[in-house]
């Protein structure tokens, strides 16, 4: 189950739930036009150019994805509505009867209900985003979330939506839950943080528009489009040891750094991705504040970061001169700093496997 105020699960939510929002938000605040892409033409994973010992690589890089557009479930589909669906609320699961869903906004700390609503087609339906919805076409709505990724209700009741679609991650949640007060239609999803939980979240999530065929034909799709793209990578990843790896959240200006662990969806990417995940490796679930000791200890080779966490550092020498505990281990040695996108890194949906494409892609051939 996702986060609900007081159950830090998602590694996102984690960061929320500490206050770290407010140290730098997730996304801008306005003018999301998509996340950053690459340039130029992009070669299939089996032509990249990839050394037999990816430790030989040296420097930074960036992730990036081919584009930043959300893909788009395949087929004609017609919502039927009134629906009745399960809102799995934090007082418990309860049937909501959604009865019009032509104004709809999607609330969630990665974006990723945003961008599973788009994927199912129906992104014109959406009113209003979250900070963290970046997908091309979202910059001209409202933001109805404020200092980082608190719920503004106001902004919300303004704007006349029939459904409110979220998953807990942003709040406060009883806040969110007052919006049935003013006669909107309120649906809780709970998808994990994980690659099986993108399909789950198309499930729900087309349930809630009236279009559970949508939904389901939208997971199908995902699950495929992951399973072949982890395979694509693992045709790719040098044989011998893994590189191990550690997904570090940053936010200098506060001086908060945590190590993301088992359930954090890190350890999704990082497994997916040929890696062994050295925070799950040492028993850390969830999130954990970084000691120089336990980073030192868990011997990196790639260290993985938010861009904007990395921004908040300083950049690159920064992270290296402000946590010497970094610059000690093999990747600060070898300066192997990936980074990408806040907004996109760690939302689990339509675009992970072009998140995946993007990490396999900066990992072994920058």
Known sequence: MRWRT???????????????AGCGAAAPESGASGAPTASGPVLPLAELDVPADPRSITGPSTALLADAAIPVVTGDFTPTLPTTVVSHDLGGDREVVVEHADRVIGLDIAGSIAATIAGLGEADRLVGRD?????PGVADLPVVTSNGHTVNSEAIIALDPDLVITDGTVGPVDVVEQLRDAGITVVFVDADATLDGAAELARQVGAALGMADAGEALAGELDAAIAAKVAEIAAIVPAGEPLRMVFLYLRGGSGVYYLFGEGTGADELIGA????????EVGIVGSRPMTDEALIAAAPDVVLVMTDGLESMGGLDGLLEGLTAVALTPAGERRRIVDMADSVVLSFGPRTPAVLDALARAIYAP
């Open 6 to 20: 007081t159950m830090p699960v998602s590694a996102l939510a984690i960061a929320v739930a500490l206050g770290l």
């Open 273 to 280: 991705l040929g890696g062994v995940d050295v925070a799950a």
């Open 131 to 135: 900070v963290s919805t970046d997908f």
